[in-house]
Nanobody
Framework: VQLQASGGGLVQAGGSLNLLCAAS????????MGWFRQAPGKEREFVAV????????YYAGSVKGRCTISRDNAKNTVYLQMNSLKPEDTAVYYC?????????????????WGQGTLVTVSS
């Protein structure tokens, strides 16, 4: 299983980015998918999760209302649309897969991880 995150970059505060995570393997549609981030000098934290069917989503309080997680199972891809970005959103963003479908914010429950994509928000 490989997860490839992309879409990061440099954006001004108030701007938007759409992150993508492409997954290999034929079981993607059965997995819950999460996004996490790690800011410089900080621990990795939960951002959002989407159920395998796409019908349920949960967000960290810090991004709720500004971010939308979605997925296209036909394309084996999960997205994170981020709007109204703030400098404190600067981090490496990781996608992760939970084949056991626990719809959780705990990173230890995710079995597969992508390599991360850097988001930098300038003030």
């Amino acid at each position: 299983v490989q997860l490839q995150a992309s879409g990061g970059g440099l954006v001004q505060a108030g701007g938007s980015l759409n992150l993508l995570c492409a997954a290999s393997g034929r079981f993607f549609s059965r997995w819950d998918m999460g996004w996490f981030r790690q800011a410089p000098g900080k621990e990795r934290e939960f951002v959002a999760v989407i159920s395998w069917s796409g019908t349920r989503t949960y967000y960290a309080g810090s991004v709720k209302g500004r971010c939308t997680i979605s997925r296209d199972n036909a394309k084996n891809t999960v997205y994170l649309q981020m709007n109204s970005l703030k400098p404190e959103d600067t981090a490496v963003y990781y996608c992760a897969a939970d084949p056991r479908r626990r719809l959780t914010s705990y990173e230890n429950t995710y079995e597969y991880w992508g390599q991360g994509t850097l988001v930098t928000v300038s003030s």
